[in-house]
């Protein structure tokens, strides 16, 4: 059974950092593509950011483009997202997926396994 399990949320000020950590577990991590979803209140979730397998290929965002730094230690079997230069529309709820499917990287129902989530507050 796959878990993973998000880390690294908080509530921190305008133009701050945080590093959200995913750590995976059941399936063979190495192999599989990880991905950075969001959700705030009263919106659809949205895409973040995607990484492939061998961490040689990174997808972002426009909105965060710049400003965040999707990466892996496969050997860890872990997942993190660097976000600097917060603003408060990053404020959400950021979910951690994987999938082992061939489709779009930028559309959630691709992701065949999701964490519980992190909440991420950045304050004006």
């Known amino acids: 059974q796959v878990q993973l399990v998000e880390s690294g949320g908080g509530l921190v000020q305008t133009g701050g950092s945080l590093r959200l950590s995913c750590t995976a577990s059941g399936r063979t991590f190495s192999t599989a593509t990880m991905g950075w979803f969001r959700q705030a209140p009263g919106k659809d979730r949205e895409f973040v950011s995607a990484?492939?397998?061998?961490?040689?290929?990174?997808y972002y965002a426009d909105s965060v483009k710049g400003r965040f730094t999707i990466s892996r230690i496969n050997a860890k079997n872990t997942l993190y997202l660097q976000m600097n230069s917060l603003k408060p529309e990053d404020t959400a709820v950021y979910y951690c997926?994987?999938?082992?499917?061939?489709?779009?990287?930028?559309?959630?129902?691709?992701?065949?396994?999701w964490g519980q989530g992190t909440q991420v507050t950045v304050s004006s």
């Open positions: 990484i492939n397998w061998s961490g040689r290929s990174t």
């Open positions: 997926a994987q999938t082992y499917s061939v489709g779009s990287i930028y559309d959630d129902r691709t992701y065949d396994y």
